[in-house]
């Protein structure tokens, strides 16, 4: 059980951040209403905590000085901003209403508690892709909270800057020295992004559409997504001698991404969202971006109509128009994107370009110049890397690889692609217009190499699939207020059923992976108790190695995520084996790198036949716990 009293300067900062949000929200758009603030300024409330809190962070340190400082300015803005916001309009709740969002609150806070669970043999997760993908994030938020990562420089390989989209880790590390326990320090964010998400996807698809109907089911569309992977979970029903129920509570493999079966567009929530960090503030401020330009252009004719009128009376117009407020803080918003996620960063600036081809005015120059200015710093810290330049390079068909495209994109899109054709072809002319901009978010990613692993072209497709399902949930709302509630259900559970299947198969026992176990706790609580942080640490470079618990610098983590990052490895790699087989070279290797310590633990045995003769007869072990040793190998540690 997490110590209440620990929890609550965490839930107390965090609060006091999505207040500053929401009457933030309130100044800017007087006439918003109650959940656009809410929305709106969760959102803005945990991105202003990460920038600020990462800025003092970079000056004093991530300590109480500068968690104070920080929570002294977030408290400041309260008390300046709540002079200025206006009341908002309190909307009438019915029980419906009330049920509907409770169901979300369950369903998610069902789904990110079980991202980190610590039970009596280890730390456990779920669903499945967080297996690979969570020990990672562990390296980045320890390094920061335990490792004093600052400037940041990557914790997984030494000697290069780091230039992963690094603040959602930033701010849960954040999170984690203010007195949340890691399952909290992870769940508080996820949980109110995405709730935020939940009603911005609203917002924005009833801006679209004009139906509310329409607005509770494009959520449901967009995190239940998958394609026709539900056919082979029939074929894999029939195989079997068990009950439907059974068959349902330990479903035997995935039905969205599953390589053997040619599925790579996965579930938005177990593909990508919960294992996939950087989105959970990617997927909200692009939402929020979108919402500010729909209300930029509808603010044209009113705008005119208003100028004339001034004209009229010999009144000059007002300067700064509501539309250019609207670009305005889009702009900055999109400005802040590249640390929060650097592919959806991409995807407004390409869809911004065209969108102001297509809506000509020289006011989206307030959109631009905000936008340029605070992403020019991070675009210079996000170059210069060691990466290797495989990037924009020619490659057509995105993941399908070497299976028929159609075939592919049949069986991964299933009917979504049809479905939006239609819903293209029934919607209003000005919807239409606003959508083909965000087919390059389509299009780009199925003919260019956008990462390394052409997979991780999804990161920029997920933005198309995001304005997609308004339209889509427009088109299905459609027949649902024709009173055809058979063809909108059955249309429906068409286009999420693989997903559907995946979300539960991630919520049951079936998903309940040990990742960290008990002893791999302990040796990394020991690792920062004993040793610097700034010391540079050696192990096998192993997806869930004991290091990444400890916030110390690797030498090397793992080839998986290095690959994926684009990170030329296999020298050091080569290397790496070599100083754990001992001998004259490996003490070359030692100096050359100048590393401080070295763990021996059972990987290192089974995978890479350490000789701990070698280090045992040598160094000094500052570490022996159970089948663990970890050797001191300067005498100068950092």
């Known amino acids: ?23 933030l929200t309130g100044v800017i758009f007087a006439r918003a209403r109650l959940k656009t603030r809410f929305c709106f300024g969760a959102v803005i409330g945990l991105v202003g905590l990460s920038w600020i809190g990462f800025l003092c962070a970079l000056l004093l340190g991530l300590n109480w000085l500068s968690i104070g400082v920080t929570t002294a300015i977030f408290g400041a803005g309260a008390f300046f901003l709540r002079r200025f916001a206006p009341s908002p309009i309190r909307p009438a709740l019915k029980f419906s209403l009330l049920t509907y969002y409770g169901l979300w609150v369950i369903f998610f806070g069902w789904l990110f508690a079980r991202v980190i669970v610590i039970e009596a043999d280890g730390l456990h997760t779920a669903p499945a892709n967080n297996y690979g993908d969570l020990p990672f994030h562990f390296s980045v938020v320890t390094s920061f909270a335990d490792g004093d990562n600052f400037p940041p420089h990557s914790p997984i390989f030494h000697g290069l800057k780091f230039t992963y989209p690094f603040l959602i880790d930033f701010l849960t590390a954040f999170l984690h020295r203010a007195g949340a326990d890691w399952a909290a320090a992870f769940f508080i964010p996820n949980i109110i992004l995405i709730l935020a998400l939940v009603g911005l996807l609203e917002l924005l698809t009833e801006q679209l559409t004009q139906s509310k109907i329409a607005a509770h089911i494009a959520p449901i569309l967009f995190f239940f997504s998958g394609g026709l992977g539900f056919v082979y979970c029939l074929r894999d029903f029939q195989n079997t001698n068990i009950s439907w129920w059974d068959f349902l509570l330990h479903l035997p493999q995935s039905y969205t991404k599953n390589d053997a079966l040619n599925l790579e567009w996965g579930n938005m929530l177990t593909t990508l969202i919960v294992p996939q960090r950087s989105l959970l503030f990617g997927i909200p401020v692009f939402a929020m971006i979108v919402i500010l330009w729909w209300e930029a252009l509808c603010e044209r004719a009113t705008e005119r109509q208003s100028e004339t009128a ?46 102001a081809l297509v809506f000509f005015s020289w006011d989206w120059l307030a959109f631009f110049i905000p936008a340029g200015v605070l ?33 592919f994109y049949v069986l991964n899109f299933g009917l979504l692609l049809f479905v939006l054709l239609l819903a293209l072809i029934f919607a209003a002319l000005r919807t239409r217009r606003f959508y083909w901009p965000f087919l390059l978010c389509f299009i780009i990613p199925n003919v260019v190499l956008l990462a390394p692993w052409p997979w991780d072209n999804i990161k920029v497709l997920v933005y198309w699939y995001l304005i997609s399902c308004a339209l889509v949930a427009g088109f299905l709302a459609k027949f649902w207020t024709r009173r055809l509630f058979l063809l909108s259900i059955t ?28 002893t791999e706790l302990k040796v990394a609580e020991l690792i ?17 190695s004991v290091l990444a618990l400890s916030g110390r610098q690797m030498l090397m983590g793992y080839p998986g995520h290095l690959w994926s990052h684009g990170i030329k490895f296999e020298d050091r790699e080569r290397d790496v084996k070599t100083i754990y087989l001992g001998g004259e070279e490996a003490e070359k290797l030692l100096k050359k790198y100048a590393i401080d310590f070295v763990v021996v633990g059972p990987v290192e045995y089974s995978e890479l036949n350490a000789d701990e003769g070698f280090f045992a007869a040598r160094f000094s072990a500052v570490i022996d716990e159970d089948s663990y040793r970890v050797y001191k190998i300067s005498a100068n540690v950092r």
């Open 1 to 23: 059980m997490p110590n209440v009293i620990s929890l609550l300067p965490p839930l107390l900062i965090t609060l006091l951040a999505c207040t500053d949000g929401v009457l």
């Open 310 to 355: 001034q004209l009229t009376s010999s009144h000059r117009p007002v300067a700064l128009s509501p539309r250019r407020i609207f670009l305005f803080v889009a702009g900055i918003l999109a400005g802040l994107m590249p640390l929060l996620h650097a592919h959806g960063f991409f995807s407004v600036m390409i869809v911004s370009a065209v969108m």
């Open 375 to 407: 992403s020019l710093p991070q675009a210079w810290w996000l170059s210069g890397t060691g990466t290797r330049s495989s990037l924009f390079k020619f490659h057509f068909g995105w993941a399908a690889g070497d299976s028929s495209i159609f075939k």
């Open 491 to 518: 249309l429906l559970l068409l286009l999420v059923l693989s997903g559907s299947l995946d979300v539960l198969r991630g919520l049951s026992p079936t998903e309940n992976l040990l990742l960290f176990g008990a």
């Open 528 to 544: 920062k108790q004993r040793i610097p942080p700034h010391a540079l640490m050696l192990s096998a470079p192993i997806h869930n």
